[in-house]
């Protein structure tokens, strides 16, 4: 079974600070990662999506990728109450002939404090 | 664009009875699409997997006769859980994929069954 592991939370952080966000992942061929954000009672919507090693910045949010680690990240750069929700890694796994089905981490909740 | 229109957004059925639940996707051919099930406080799991025009392949643990997919077009894909039982209450949700790396939520359905 090809996991996704997030610590569960919850992760606190005041508002205006860097709220980070990990991700492991235990498939090493896989292609794709995702994070979502999940509010209570809600779908998920997408945060980032990354393909590549290395940094991507999206506004105030930047995925970070290491393959070589099997390791994703999300910063959420000044944190607001808004953001406080269910973040979710989702790894697309390479398997030949599959469907490019998501397989998605626990999530971490967060926390943003006024 | 990549919409998602997911319905019933919320079902509350009797012990015995079966539930519909539809998802289309609106602007876009769905190559394939994902239905997932979230019980509270944990993360999605996928169910299964359905193609438009083939038979839809089920995760493990997933009773195919029970929860019924059909993808009959490229834009609609339904998820019928027959004989419904108050375990089977939880928040149901679907998602299309398009291209390679493109995947879109419906906004769930919460199904209760009493």
């Known amino acids: 079974q090809k996991e996704v592991e997030q610590n569960s939370g919850p992760l606190s952080v005041p508002e205006g600070a860097i709220a980070s966000l990990n991700c492991t992942y235990s498939d090493r061929v896989s292609q794709s990662f995702f994070w979502y954000r999940q509010y209570s009672g809600k779908s998920p919507e997408l945060i980032m999506s990354?393909?590549?090693?290395g940094d991507k910045e999206d506004g105030r949010f930047t995925a970070q990728l290491n393959k070589a680690s099997q390791y994703v990240s999300l910063l959420i750069r000044d944190s607001q109450p808004s953001d406080s929700a269910t973040y979710l890694c989702a790894v697309n796994p390479y398997e030949s002939g599959g469907y490019n089905k998501l397989i998605f981490g626990a999530g971490t909740r967060l926390a943003v404090h006024p | 664009g990549a919409v998602v229109s997911q319905h019933p957004s919320w079902v509350i059925c009797k012990s015995g009875t079966s539930v519909k639940i539809e998802c289309r996707s609106l602007d876009f051919q769905a190559t394939t699409m994902f239905w997932y099930r979230q019980f509270p406080k944990q993360s999605l799991m996928l169910m299964a997997t359905s193609n438009e025009g083939s038979k839809a392949t089920y995760e493990q643990g997933v009773e195919k006769d029970k929860f019924l997919i059909n993808h009959a077009s490229l834009t609609l894909s339904t998820l019928t859980v027959t004989s419904a039982h108050p375990e089977d209450s939880s928040f149901y949700i679907c998602s299309a994929s398009w291209g390679n790396y493109g995947y879109t939520f419906g906004s769930g359905t919460r199904l209760t069954v009493v």
């Open positions: 990354i393909y590549s090693n």
